[in-house]
């Protein structure tokens, strides 16, 4: 990876054009428009990734992994546990320095930016960083996504495949097609699947992940610019009050064979 690998600030109209998903490409660094978001997008190839020689990942990890980060590399055992770690350490690390170059005039290289996970609670295993940033991260089959900004985050990628029976027909019996408002009639044309994405990355927003039952976020509607409405059931108001008030703006929509909802203020 190196920075002729990356690359930035994409203009686009909508989010889906923004966001490249490509086995073939190791890195993908965007500053998100409008420039309003603040949010930096970075995607990496775990496909690429298993395609290295274990010399390769091996010098990966020296360039990139804090010693602290090493360590814990070293306790994965299960090859497709170890290549996801690794890509989402590395989406981060890059995020995190791509976003702090743009926004604060800060060069950091990607090696130097540290990634924690909360110990204990309910967010427990949600991703921090050594930087005034908040940060996502989402994994699903060959790629790792990271978005970092000044607000809290909540991003989720899923493969597009079908829903389980017994939970597609639960997002199912959330919709009405004959809804009296055209965003709720139309949220009864979004993929089940989609439908799912959008709730975990509400839940992934407030750090709670599926900790929280997903059927405490419920979807309201769906317009045709991909941002979605919803509200918070009583489970999820009992651990995150402001949900009530103050709800971020969600996006949700189809990529590159892939469903991604992203939510942020």
Do not use: N
């Not at 428009?33 to 290295?52: D, E, F, Y």
């Not at 804090?66 to 690794?86: F, G, I, M, Q, S």
């Not at 290289?109 to 930087?131: F, H, K, S």
């Not at 976020?217 to 409405?229: C, E, H, K, S």
């Amino acid at each position: 990876m190196s920075p002729g690998e990356t690359a930035t600030a994409r203009a686009a109209d909508g989010l889906a054009d923004q966001v490249v998903l490509d086995v073939s490409r190791p890195l993908r660094v965007t500053h998100l428009t409008p420039a309003s978001r603040r949010l930096t997008l970075a995607v990496v190839s775990i496909g690429w990734l298993r395609g290295r020689s274990q010399e390769a990942l091996a010098e990966l990890r020296a360039r990139y992994l804090t010693p602290a980060e090493a360590e814990r590399a070293a306790t994965l055992r299960a090859p497709r546990r170890r290549h996801e770690w690794l890509a989402g350490r590395l989406a981060l690390k890059h995020a995190v320095s791509a976003h702090g170059r743009r926004h604060w005039g800060v060069d950091r290289a990607p090696g130097t930016v540290e990634v924690r996970t909360v110990v204990g609670g309910i967010q427990a295993g949600r991703p921090v960083v050594d930087a005034p940033v908040e940060v996502g991260l989402t994994h699903s089959g060959d790629f790792a996504v990271a978005v970092c900004g000044p607000h809290a985050i909540g991003v989720d990628l899923e493969y597009d495949r079908p829903m389980p029976p017994t939970l597609a027909g639960l997002l199912d019996g959330e919709c009405d097609p004959r809804a009296p408002s055209p965003e709720a009639r139309r949220l009864a044309t979004m993929p089940a699947a989609l439908r799912w994405t959008c709730k975990e990355a509400v839940l992934k927003y407030y750090g709670f992940g599926l900790r929280v039952d997903a059927r405490e976020v419920a979807l309201t509607g769906w317009l045709p610019d991909g941002r979605f409405t919803w509200r918070p059931g009583g489970g999820l108001l009992r651990h995150a009050p402001t949900a009530e008030t103050r709800r971020p703006t969600g996006w949700a929509g189809a990529v590159h064979g892939h469903h991604l909802a992203l939510v942020g203020r």
